[in-house]
């Protein structure tokens, strides 16, 4: 045997050893793997022999010898297999939805789950559980808590509550009497007049002690019967006579109520004894508690803002230091939580003023969404139980306690009636603007209906300066949110239709088994068209039918609003000088707008006029014709129009007359036809010669937003014409609701109405003419390869979406035939043609967004198309074929869009076929 072969020999027998020694080979990882499983199921044979004290004991020291890692890893798989079933849901929820659970719970629980553990513990004891509480009983901390400091509310609830004097039900009835004791005719009456009297004792008394307290009381006590509770380690000791009047002052303010009793005639019930019914038991032994922390002379002023408003921030930005301005959602609300919104704004005070600033008109107040208050539903329950607690907020009218409305409800009989009775419900005083100015919400600054004499309700709670620039944009904005709405309406439209079918299809997920939601599709369209429905409508309280039953009961109180109503209106201003501002304010709001006819005359027509008479032309003769003539003819035509108007006023008396003025203007508005008729060729003059001369490009440059032209463009100075004359209407209609049927300029100012009306209709009309064109310009670059649309007087009437369909076998019978989904189809319907074109869908990578295309397909004459419904069956719903000279399309629409869409069609088809004939 060779060296060579021995040593191989003996290499292998030492592997054959090693193979069953402790020896783990690492190069060899087959044979690693190997051993490692044999031993793991040596192991394992070993662990299923052994006792369960040996099992813990094997799995202790295995865990001492792992890592931190390893540990970790043994964590969770322990928390995937066996998760965890019980924790305390403080640890684990954000703290805020935690107090959130706690605010469930009445006083007695949170002392109780108080005593479960230091967290539950520091939790119920914050003072945002407690706070409302007190307040709800009228228990108000006597002094400021410091930001460390919890559970002052909690300790003044117990200080309270511990103070409470409790009465049998026997015992109360002996000294307040019984709900069925029988009650005279006037004893409602007597019984408020008994109960303000009080409050008015209890209110004096209380603000006469107060301010003895506070003489003897240093800054940092609270000087209520309950400091000694609530006071810190670090304040300093009082000397001894101090503290004996601060228990004095306590014990005299906890006998108030009793000697204000004392002091008032007391009335007997049938069994004899002294009975007050409309003053209860809580209110009878925390008075003091109420009104401990404050003094009653109240001097606060609330507003409110509505999010509606246009640019609300601004309206915000301007409010006067001291006034406290309350923002609150037009969406999402309703008139309980605005209460307590307003509530605890106040924190229990009383304001001597509240200013309301929200949406509406002289009809109505849109105080919320879904709460349009008027006539008809202002006596409601839900609303006068409303009305009648948010009163309560503000001081009585014998204090001089008032609330303002900036919407001009003071401009109707029908907005009259409701500030009466808003005032007889609440007790308060009610004004509103009277709405005799022009101008977007220009109203509020006009006179106000219930103002008292030198005091102007918009200077109480704004900067005049700050809310004039307001009124300044608001004209704006608002035609930029019509724009807005007008182009994202559709996709709204859309977006609120996936959305409604996104929300029902995880209910019925959610809800239902697989099994059931195929057997209810049914169910699930019904519940996705009414959702749709819903959202569509506007969520107004519809109460007429309770409104009718109340009528025979209200019929006294009626007769009383009237008398009233006529009151209050001789007491104001007679018709006389009411027609005289309005005089007034035609003159300054005619001033304004030649002034800005005569801006564009000055800044724009006068230099270009001169350059080119000193053969340095900007633009030729014909483009300076065609852009100026007509605005300047209404300029000349608006100033003859002024300077009557302003010699009818330096000669005003009652009876003078506007009508004969406004109806000679009438008969010359043929001015105002020309610029009408030229003003989209004007507005192409003025673009072309932009484009195509620098220098023109230049002039606009340094002319368009400056101060002479009040920041505006030559475009938007062209604007004004078209909106003068629904400010005229605006001012006729005032001018006749103040003038008497007798005068003689009521007929003339009826005359004067139906021209300025009859001229906006032919305004309108031009406007609707040039959206017509706008659409079909639109829809032509949108559809792929669509032929030219602006052909005559054709105009877009209706856009839908439909799927086209296919059979997959004629030779079935119409209601067991299958049809096949192939296209996506819009129909654009026109008062003569009907558009077909192929709709595709394109999602956006990584975002929710989708692209709409659209494809020509055929443009058929409506008199050449027929109609073929497809009744209903299992296979198919909501179906119908359209028939044209070369082609037929099978459709059918979602929902029930069909019906109206047919009947749309036809009805169009009818007058398109009668026009041909």
């Known amino acids: 045997m060779s060296v060579r072969e021995s040593s191989s020999k003996t290499q292998v027998i030492e592997c054959f050893q090693r193979r069953f020694s402790t020896w783990t080979p690492i190069i060899n990882k087959s044979l690693n793997k190997q051993l490692f499983q044999e031993r793991v199921s040596l192991i394992t044979h070993w662990f299923d022999l052994w006792t369960d004290k040996q099992r813990k004991e094997f799995l202790l020291t295995i865990l001492q010898k792992c890592s931190h890692s390893q540990l970790k890893f043994v964590k969770d798989e322990f928390s995937e297999k066996i998760p965890v079933a019980k924790v305390d849901f403080c640890t684990v929820l954000p703290r805020f939805i935690s107090l959130y659970i706690f605010s469930f719970l009445n006083p007695m629980d949170l002392c109780a789950a108080a005593q479960v553990n230091w967290p539950w513990k520091f939790l119920t004891e914050q003072d945002c559980l407690w706070r409302p509480k007190c307040i709800r009983f009228g228990w108000f901390l006597p002094y400021d808590p410091s930001d460390n400091e919890y559970g002052a509310w909690k300790r003044h609830y117990i200080a309270c509550v511990a103070t409470l004097d409790w009465l049998t039900p026997r015992e109360a009835s002996a000294i307040y009497g019984t709900l069925n004791e029988p009650k005279s005719e006037n004893e409602e009456q007597e019984e408020r007049q008994r109960e303000r009297h009080l409050r008015k004792i209890i209110w004096e008394k209380l603000a006469f002690h107060r301010r003895e307290l506070f003489k003897v009381r240093p800054p940092w006590m609270s000087g209520t019967c309950c400091s000694t509770v609530l006071k810190s380690r670090c304040q300093p000791q009082l000397p001894q006579v101090i503290k004996d009047r601060l228990k004095l002052s306590a014990a005299l303010e906890k006998q108030l109520v009793l000697t204000s009793l004392e002091a008032l005639p007391k009335k007997k019930n049938i069994a004899g004894s002294q009975s007050y019914p409309l003053l209860s038991n809580k209110h009878y032994h925390r008075v003091d508690q109420k009104y401990g922390s404050f003094s009653h002379s109240v001097q606060t002023s609330l507003v409110l803002i509505s999010s509606r408003i246009p640019a609300y921030e601004m309206v915000v930005d301007s409010v006067k230091t001291g006034v406290i301005p309350l923002v609150y959602e037009y969406t999402g609300l309703t008139l309980e939580s605005l209460l307590l919104l307003v509530e605890k704004v106040l924190d229990g005070q009383k304001a001597q003023s509240i200013g309301i600033f929200s949406d509406g008109d002289s009809r109505k107040i849109n105080l919320i969404q879904g709460y349009t208050i008027g006539v008809e539903n202002v006596l409601t329950p839900e609303v006068r139980d409303f009305w009648e607690k948010f009163g309560s907020c503000v001081a009585t009218q014998e204090e001089g306690g008032h609330v303002d409305i900036f919407i001009p409800l003071a401009a109707s009989e029908a907005g009259t009636k409701v500030l009466f009775q808003l005032s007889q419900l609440t007790g308060t005083r009610f004004s509103s603007p009277t709405g005799i100015a022009t101008g977007s919400y220009q109203h509020i600054l006009s006179e106000w209906l219930g103002q008292e004499q030198g005091t102007s309700p918009p200077s109480i709670y704004f900067c005049d300066h700050k809310l004039q620039t307001w009124y300044s944009f608001t004209e704006f904005l608002e035609e930029t949110l019509k724009s807005v709405r007008k182009q994202l309406r559709p996709h709204f439209e859309e977006l609120q239709r996936n959305i409604s079918g996104k929300i029902l299809g995880q209910f019925m997920f959610d809800s239902l088994s697989l099994a059931n939601i195929l057997t209810n599709q049914e169910t699930a369209q019904v519940l996705a068209d009414g959702l749709i429905e819903l959202s569509k409508e506007k969520s107004e309280r519809n109460l007429k039918d309770h409104s009718q039953e109340q009528k025979t009961g209200t019929s006294e109180n009626d007769s009383k609003l009237e008398e009233l109503i006529n009151l209050e209106r001789k007491l104001q201003m007679d018709l006389a000088e009411k027609r005289t501002r309005i005089a007034g304010e035609l003159l300054k709001s005619e001033r304004n707008y030649v002034q800005m006819l005569e801006t564009v005359r000055d800044v724009y027509f006068t230099p270009l006029k001169a350059a080119l008479a000193s053969n340095r032309a900007i633009l030729s003769s014909t483009d300076i014709q065609i852009i100026f003539t007509d605005i300047l003819c209404i300029l000349d035509l608006n100033r003859h129009f002024l300077g009557e108007l302003t010699k009818r006023l330096q000669e005003w008396g009652p009876a003078q007359c506007f009508g004969e003025i406004f109806t000679k203007f009438g008969l010359q508005l043929k001015t105002y036809t020309n610029f009408f008729n030229n003003y989209p060729i004007v507005l192409k003059t003025i673009e072309k010669c932009r484009e195509m001369i620098p220098s023109f490009r230049a002039f606009l440059k340094r002319q368009d937003k400056t101060i002479v032209t009040r920041m505006l463009k030559l475009q938007e100075l062209l604007l004004y ?79 839908q979406n439909v799927a086209q369909l296919r059979y997959i076998n004629e030779e079935i019978s119409l209601s067991l035939r299958l049809y096949e989904h192939i296209y996506d189809l819009s129909l654009f319907l026109f008062n003569d043609a009907l558009l077909v074109s192929r709709r595709t869908i394109v999602h956006t990578p990584f975002e929710r967004t989708t692209e709409t295309t659209y494809q020509f397909l055929a443009l058929e004459v409506l008199h050449q198309l027929l109609i073929e419904d497809i009744p209903d069956s299992k296979f198919i719903k909501n179906a119908f074929v359209l028939h044209g000279p070369k082609c037929q399309w099978i459709c059918s629409t979602e929902n029930e869009d069909k019906l109206v869409w047919l009947s749309v069609l036809q009805s169009t088809i009818r007058s398109s076929i009668e026009k041909y004939d």
Do not use: W
Request: charged share 30%; aromatic share 8%.
């Open 721 to 799: 014409p078209s909106r003068r004359f629904e400010e005229y209407i605006n001012i006729l209609y005032g001018l006749r609701l103040h003038t008497p049927s007798e005068h003689v300029d009521r007929a003339d100012l009826t005359i004067a109405i139906k021209q300025m009306k009859r001229y906006m209709d032919y305004i309108n009309q031009l406007k609707q003419n040039v959206n017509r064109k706008n659409q079909l310009s639109d829809i032509e670059r949108s559809v792929c390869g669509c032929p030219t649309l602006s052909e005559g007087n054709r105009f877009l009437i209706r856009v």
